[in-house]
């Protein structure tokens, strides 16, 4: 187990096994030091969950669950294109931020924020990002929250 999942683990999350793409394309790609991550959804055991709209479906504390699960497929991803080892990690560059929301929520980064600080809690300093956190009127199969990232490696 790296280090980053023993802190995961301290705070009870478990890097999931690496959902299979939904569509067609590949989960991270690898440009040098650099891996994009895809946008990841929740996705757990081939079931979508969180499948509805913040505000209306979610409040603010079941978004950020969402936003919790999905970023943690996101590291199953990058487990995934680092051979099983996170602490391959030099920093968490960036994360995209999507949540499926009424038009009156304006809690965007807030949902997001769980995202970023399990990033934090897992990787550190080096967790620290930029970020962008939207909201939109519909994601793919109708899940509430989706995060895609850009991710430098060693």
Not at 74 to 103: H, M, P, S, Y
Request: charged share 20%.
């Amino acid at each position: 187990m790296s280090a980053v999942e023993a802190r995961l683990a301290a705070l009870g999350h478990t890097v999931p096994a690496a959902p299979k793409p939904a569509a067609t394309y590949v989960p991270t790609v690898q440009v040098g030091d650099i891996i994009h991550v895809a946008g990841q959804v929740p996705l757990r055991d081939g079931e979508f969950r969180w499948v509805g709209k913040v505000g209306r479906d979610f409040d603010l504390d079941q978004a950020r669950a969402a936003a919790t699960e999905v970023a943690l497929n996101f590291l199953a991803q990058l487990k995934v294109a680092l051979d099983g080892d996170l602490d391959r990690v030099v920093r968490i560059v960036k994360l995209g931020g999507f949540v499926n929301c009424t038009e009156d929520f304006t809690q965007q980064p807030q949902v997001i924020n769980a995202a970023s600080e399990l990033m934090v809690a897992a990787f550190g300093e080096a967790g620290r990002h930029a970020r962008s956190a939207v909201g939109v009127a519909c994601l793919p199969f109708g899940v509430a929250v989706e995060i895609d990232g850009i991710v430098q490696v060693r």
